[in-house]
């Protein structure tokens, strides 16, 4: 019989791949990429590339189109704060016309209540001249008139003023020797008003000098002298 020849019972021994392969190639090789790598970049860093005619002219345009981006920025502005301004000045004259009709408003309406009252005052007016005001009718009167004139009301019309067609209503007419021009001689009723408003005209009757009445002689005349007569015989 043949025999087997000795050893070939065993398996054959593998060399470990990490022991075959050599460590110095390895280091040599990353130490070749990485000194590939920075070469490129030493050798850029030391010159700097020139542009060519197309990139300036490219700049050019750029900083021609950003002027005018610039200029229409600041025109825009510009009209953006006229705007804002000649809003402003309209927002002012709209609140002034308000406050004026706020104001006005409020003047019409306390002439209105106030022209309401008059024919009350008039009736306490005819009851004070009759010596009727007395007890708390005159109390109740005279708060009424208190109120009345805070709240800005006044009466005017006295005898013995001259005639004002603006604020006097002439109810009757005379004559008098008395007076040297047309003159307020009574007082039928009194006017009223508010502030510079005149809300009733003062009724009155009125009299004017008499119509052909010589004039004063002046009292510096002098008189005439004697003398002046015929010679005596």
Same mark, same amino acid.
């Given at each position: ?22 460590? *110095?190639?390895? =280091?040599? /090789?990353?130490?070749?990429? @990485? ?7 030493? $050798?850029? #860093?030391? !010159? ?55 104001? *006005?408003?409020? =003047?019409? /309406?306390?002439?209105?209540? @106030? ?7 008039? $009736?306490? #007016?005819? !009851? ?76 009155? #009757?009125? !009299? ?26």
């Amino acid at each position: 019989m043949t025999q087997d020849p000795q050893g070939f019972d065993k398996e054959p021994e593998v060399p470990d791949a990490e022991a075959a392969t050599p460590e *110095a190639p390895v =280091e040599s /090789a990353a130490s070749d990429e @990485l000194g590939g790598g920075a070469a490129p970049e030493e $050798d850029g #860093g030391s !010159a700097e590339p020139q542009a060519s005619p197309d990139q300036k002219d490219a700049k050019d345009r750029q900083d021609v189109a950003l002027t005018a981006q610039l200029d229409q920025a600041r025109s825009a502005l510009t009209e953006r704060t006229q705007d804002l301004q000649r809003l402003q000045a309209e927002f002012q004259n709209y609140r002034r016309r308000v406050e004026r009709d706020r104001i *006005a408003v409020k =003047e019409m /309406a306390v002439a209105n209540l @106030l022209t309401e009252l008059l024919p009350v005052l008039d $009736d306490i #007016g005819r !009851a004070r001249d009759h010596g009727e005001l007395v007890g708390g009718f005159k109390q109740v009167a005279e708060s009424l008139e208190t109120v009345a004139a805070k709240m800005g009301l006044m009466q005017f019309g006295k005898e013995g003023e001259p005639f004002d067609p603006m604020v006097h209503e002439a109810l009757m007419h005379s004559y008098s020797p008395d007076v040297t021009e047309t003159t307020c001689v009574q007082i039928l009723q009194p006017g009223y008003r508010i502030g510079e408003r005149t809300i009733r005209p003062a009724r009155v #009757g009125v !009299a004017e000098p008499q119509p052909g009445k010589p004039a004063d002689q002046d009292e510096s005349t002098p008189e005439k002298e004697d003398g002046g007569g015929p010679d005596e015989g």
